[in-house]
Each structure stands twice: as structure tokens, then as C-alpha cells.
T-cell receptor, first 112, second 113 residues
């Protein structure tokens, strides 16, 4: 079955450490996205990529970095510069502008 | 800050009652999408509306896009326990960028059996 895989589901890190969240899709979608969701909040866009080797900052890109070396993969690094990294991180992809997002099951990151 | 607002933030209804959530944008949208997120889960795409005044139905769910393409609503008739979750609208438009979605704040629906 086609879909998006995010791993791990739960991640614990010490403050000051960088951590990379994995996002892999086999849907052959060009566009991929990273959103952050805080408890009781909506989704805020971190980064997005419309094509391999290209990506753009979203609304809350500070303290995060991404890469898009392969069409299938769009990993997100949460750096030590991110002041409040504890959150639920969602990766998504879509076929084109007139299509809905397909989301992964998310990664819950807790920084202690 | 958020450019797409939803009301109410929370809604508790008795099973069998109707439910409506409203989505409002300060600027014109190109299209609007609706998603449902079950507790502990991830958002799932429900539908997209594109045309001014468009109305679409999915069983007990009715979606509307306003004439000015600045607002939208989702109405659920005779709620069931399976309707529990948070409903998000998400839009694209000239002010937001058509290549990405801007999500609303969401409405969390709980059902009282």
C-alpha cells in the first residue's frame, strides 16, 4: 500500500541535542510538507518542498532544517536553537495543488 | 498569527444532535479543504471546495463554500460517536500561497452518548 511513513512514533531527547525526524513516501508525490502541532492547536507550517533539491521556509522555520535529496524522503532536523521543540510533528505530501494532503502518523517529540 | 479562524474551538453535543463548525478567512481563498483528526491520530483529508457557493455532501456531512470565498462550514447531521475528533479547514489563496495549505485553528467535537 502507498503511504507516508514517519519514524519513530515517539522520541525523547535531552535539551541541547539535535534530532532528526524521518519522513518517507512511496506515493510518487512531488510536494512534501512538515507541520508542527501543539496540544489543542492547529497545524503550523515549518518547511515545504515542491521538488527534489529545493525547499522553502514556512511560518515557523527558525530552529529547524530540512533536506530533499530524494523524491521519497524529506527529513526534518530539530536543532538545539529551537526553543520549544516538544510537539507533535506531522509530515505530509500531495500530488498537486488541487489535491488533499496525505499525512503520516506523526512523531511525538519530547525534549527533557 | 493564524489567518484562518474556526469557531467554535470546542463543541460538546448529545449523540444524535447536529453539529456545525465555521471557518473564516480575512482574504479570498482559491479553495478550501476539510480534514478530520481523531484523538491521538493524524489529519485525514475529507473534501475540497473550489467554486463560489459550492455545496458538497458526504453522507451525513455537508460542506459549504461562501459566495465571497472567504468562509466555509461543515455541518454534521445526527452525530454519532464515530464523529468524535477535531475538524480543520485549510485554505490556499493569493495571500497564503497556492502551493501550501494554511490550516484553521480547528474545532474539537466530543459526543455525549
Amino acid at each position: 500500500d502507498g503511504g507516508i511513513t514517519q519514524s519513530p512514533k515517539y522520541l525523547f531527547r535531552k535539551e541541547g541535542q539535535n534530532v532528526t525526524l524521518s519522513c518517507e513516501q512511496n506515493l510518487n508525490h512531488d510536494a512534501m510538507y512538515w507541520y508542527r502541532q501543539d496540544p489543542g492547536q492547529g497545524l503550523r507550517l515549518i518547511y515545504y518542498s515542491q521538488i527534489v533539491n529545493d525547499f522553502q521556509k514556512g511560518d515557523i522555520a527558525e530552529g529547524y532544517s530540512v533536506s530533499r535529496e530524494k523524491k521519497e524522503s524529506f527529513p526534518l532536523t530539530v536543532t538545539s536553537a529551537q526553543k520549544n521543540p516538544t510537539a507533535f510533528y506531522l509530515c505530509a505530501s500531495r500530488q498537486g495543488y488541487n489535491y488533499g494532503y496525505t499525512f503520516g502518523s506523526g512523531t511525538r517529540l519530547t525534549v527533557v | 498569527g493564524q489567518q484562518v479562524m474556526q469557531i467554535p474551538q470546542y463543541q460538546h453535543v448529545q449523540e444524535g444532535e447536529d453539529f456545525t463548525t465555521y471557518c473564516n478567512s480575512s482574504t479570498t481563498l482559491s479553495n478550501i479543504q476539510w480534514y478530520k483528526q481523531r484523538p491521538g491520530g493524524h489529519p485525514v483529508f475529507l473534501i475540497q471546495l473550489v467554486k463560489s457557493g459550492e455545496v458538497k455532501k458526504q453522507k451525513r456531512l455537508t460542506f459549504q463554500f461562501g459566495e465571497a470565498k472567504k468562509n466555509s462550514s461543515l455541518h454534521i447531521t445526527a452525530t454519532q460517536t464515530t464523529d468524535v475528533g477535531t475538524y480543520f479547514c485549510a485554505g490556499t489563496g493569493p495571500n497564503f500561497g497556492n502551493e501550501k495549505l494554511t490550516f484553521g485553528t480547528g474545532t474539537r467535537l466530543t459526543i455525549i452518548p
